[in-house]
């Protein structure tokens, strides 16, 4: 039987993922966009509150791990604003008919 071995994140990621959630995204949402489970976003969100957030030391996410959860995370933005946008086109559409 082989051991798991446990993801690593730098404290930049950490600070982004955190950002996601302060700006509007359920913890929830961002979690499942950034590949996190969600327990462990909540407990970065609760240590930033804290200021105890901390990162493992050296690169263990490269940079373009991070753009690609920024990009994923900007991407589910805007696929749901695009969502509301079409179901208000619908109801305005319907209401003048």
Do not use: C, P
Request: aromatic share 6%; glycine share 8%; no cysteine.
């Amino acid at each position: 039987m082989s051991k798991t071995v446990r993801a690593r994140y730098t404290l930049e990621f950490k600070q982004e993922a955190v950002r996601l959630v302060k700006g509007g995204q359920s913890i929830a949402a961002a979690a499942r966009t950034l590949g996190l489970v969600e327990q462990t976003l909540f407990n970065w969100v609760k240590a930033d509150r804290l200021d105890t957030l901390t990162g493992a030391g050296g690169n263990i996410v490269s940079a373009e791990q991070m753009e690609i959860s920024r990009l994923r995370a900007e991407l589910a933005r805007v696929k749901m604003e695009r969502d509301i946008l079409g179901k208000a086109t619908a109801y305005f559409a319907k209401a003048q008919s």
